[in-house]
C-alpha cells in the first residue's frame, strides 16, 4: 500500500519528531528531581526510588490501553491525549509544591508518564506512516535522534533551573533553627515549581497544535487470529519473545537505576561535591549514550547485533562492578562510561524479541513496552542497599541485570541478523 506523501504530513512529522525530545527530557529530569527530593523531603535513597517507582508504573499500565487508542481512534487521538496528560502532569508540579508534600509530587509525575505511554506507543510505528516507505527507517533515526537531545536538555534544565549551588548535607540541615530549616527546605521545594510550570504550558501548546495537524488515518489493522486473547496466548508460547521481555526488564532496570543514582554516587564519593557539579557527571553519561548509539548502529554492518548486544552488555558490566569494588575518582569515570555501552542495548534487544513474529508484532512489542516496569523494581532495589550498606554496594543490581542481558544475547536467535532499529528508544 502506498504510503502518504511526506509533504502532506510535513507538519505531523514535525510535531512527531519533537516528541522524542519530550519525554527525553521528561525521563531525565526524573534523575534531577531525586537528588532534590532527597534533600527536600530528607529522604532515604530507598524513598526517593518511588520517583521511578510511580514513572515507570504509569508507563506498564498505560502501554496497552495506549495501543488501543491509537488502533482505535488513531494516531493523532493517542498523541493528543498523551500530549494532554503529560501537560497536567506538569501543570501539577505547581499545586503540589504549594502542598509541599511528597505524595502530591509521585501523583504528579504518574500523570506525566500515563501522557508519556501514549506517545511512545504512537510515536514510533508513527514515523513509517510519512511518505516513502522505503525512506522509514532514515526518518526513524531522524526521530530517535532527538530523544539523547532532550535527555541532555532534561539534565541542563534540572542543573540550571532547580538544584542549588549551595552545599548541605543532613547534618549542616539539623543545626539549623527550626524556622531556618523549614524556610530553607520550602525553597529547595518551590525550586521545581516554575521549570514545571513551563513545562506544562509548552507541552499543553503542543497538544494545541496537534488536534489541528492533520495526521495520518487510523493505523491499518493486523489480521490476527483468532482475536487479540488469543494472540497474547501465543506469544505468551514464543521462548524468544519471553526472554527478549525479560531481558529488557532488567536492562532498563539497570539504565534507570544508573542515571538515577549517578549524582549520589558523585556525591559519597567524591568528598565536597555539590549536586548541581555531581550533574555534570549525568551530563556526561546522557551525551556518551547517545555517541554510543551512533556508533553501535555503525558497528551492526560489521558485527551481528546478537554479539555487539554480548560484547556491550559485557563492557557494562565490567564498567559497573569495576565503579563498585573502586570508588572514587575513577570509580566515577568508569560509572560515566557504562553509559557508552547500554547505548545499543535496549533497541536490540527489542528487535531481536520481535524478530520473526510476524502478525504478532504488535502484541510482542506491546509485552516488550511493558517490561520497563524494570526501571521501578531494580531502582527501589538499590535504594534499599544504599540505604543498608552503600551506593557502591547497590551497583550489584545493575551488575546483575547486565548478567541477564549477556545470557539473552547468546541465545540462539535464527532471524536476528538484522536488527529493525526503528524502534530503538
Known amino acids: 500500500m502506498k504510503k502518504p506523501g511526506a509533504d502532506r504530513y510535513r507538519p505531523a512529522m514535525i510535531l512527531t519528531i519533537s516528541l522524542f525530545f519530550l519525554w527525553g527530557m521528561a525521563n531525565n ?9 532527597r534533600r527536600a523531603f530528607t529522604l532515604s535513597d530507598f524513598e526517593t526510588s518511588f520517583v521511578q ?59 506525566i508518564a500515563c501522557g508519556l505511554a501514549f506517545l511512545e506507543t504512537a510515536a514510533n510505528p508513527l514515523m513509517t506512516e510519512f511518505g516513502d516507505p522505503t525512506k522509514a527507517a532514515r526518518r526513524l533515526n531522524l526521530a530517535q535522534a532527538a530523544n539523547p537531545v532532550g535527555t541532555v536538555a532534561g539534565v541542563l534544565i534540572g542543573k540550571y533551573f532547580i538544584l542549588s ?17 523549614s524556610i530553607l527546605l520550602r525553597s529547595e521545594v518551590q525550586a521545581v515549581q516554575t521549570p514545571y510550570l513551563i513545562i506544562g504550558l509548552v507541552v499543553l501548546g503542543f497538544a494545541i497544535a496537534a488536534s489541528v495537524i492533520r495526521f495520518p488515518g487510523k493505523a491499518d489493522q493486523e ?21 527478549a521481555t525479560i531481558a529488557q526488564f532488567f536492562y532498563v532496570g539497570a539504565q534507570v537505576g544508573l542515571w538515577s543514582y549517578t549524582i549520589r554516587y558523585a556525591e559519597q564519593n567524591m568528598t ?12 556526561a553519561s546522557l551525551v556518551l549514550f547517545g555517541i ?64 520473526g513474529l510476524g502478525p504478532l508484532r504488535r502484541v510482542g512489542a ?31 543490581v545493575p551488575a546483575l541485570a547486565f548478567l541477564v542481558v549477556i545470557h539473552f544475547a547468546m541465545r540462539d536467535h535464527k532471524q536476528a541478523s538484522v536488527v529493525d532499529d526503528s524502534l530503538a528508544h
Do not use: W
Request: charged share 10%.
Open 165 to 181: 549551588d549551595m552545599t548541605h548535607n543532613e547534618a549542616s540541615i539539623a543545626a539549623l533553627s527550626p524556622a531556618a530549616r
Open 292 to 355: 554510543g548509539r551512533f556508533v553501535g548502529t555503525a558497528l551492526m554492518s560489521h558485527v551481528t547485533p546478537p554479539r555487539l548486544l554480548r560484547i556491550f552488555a559485557m563492557a557494562s558490566l565490567c564498567l559497573s562492578v569495576g565503579a563498585a569494588i573502586t570508588g572514587g575518582q575513577t570509580g566515577l569515570v568508569l560509572l560515566v562510561a557504562t553509559s557508552f555501552f547500554m547505548s545499543i542495548q535496549f533497541p536490540t534487544i527489542f528487535a531481536l524479541g520481535v524478530s
Open 53 to 111: 517507582q510511580v514513572f515507570y508504573l504509569g508507563y506498564f499500565l498505560l502501554a496497552i490501553p495506549a495501543a488501543m487508542v491509537a488502533r482505535e481512534r488513531g494516531y493523532k487521538s493517542a498523541i493528543v491525549l498523551g500530549l494532554l496528560l503529560y501537560a497536567l502532569g506538569a501543570l501539577l508540579f505547581y499545586p503540589a509544591a504549594q502542598q509541599g508534600e511528597y505524595r502530591y509530587f509521585l501523583v504528579a509525575l504518574f500523570v
Open 366 to 396: 506491546s509485552l516488550i513496552v511493558m517490561a520497563v516496569i524494570g526501571g521501578a523494581v531494580l531502582t527501589g532495589a538499590m535504594g534499599f542497599l544504599s540505604d543498608r550498606f552503600s551506593i557502591n554496594a547497590a551497583l550489584c
Open 272 to 283: 565536597g561535591m555539590i549536586e548541581r557539579d555531581a550533574a555534570d557527571y549525568l551530563f
Open 223 to 243: 489480521a490476527i487470529e483468532p482475536g487479540h486473547t488469543a494472540s497474547f496466548r501465543t506469544a505468551f508460547r514464543r521462548p524468544q519473545l519471553i526472554a
Open 29 to 37: 529530569l526524573n534523575d534531577i528531581l531525586i537528588a532534590q527530593f
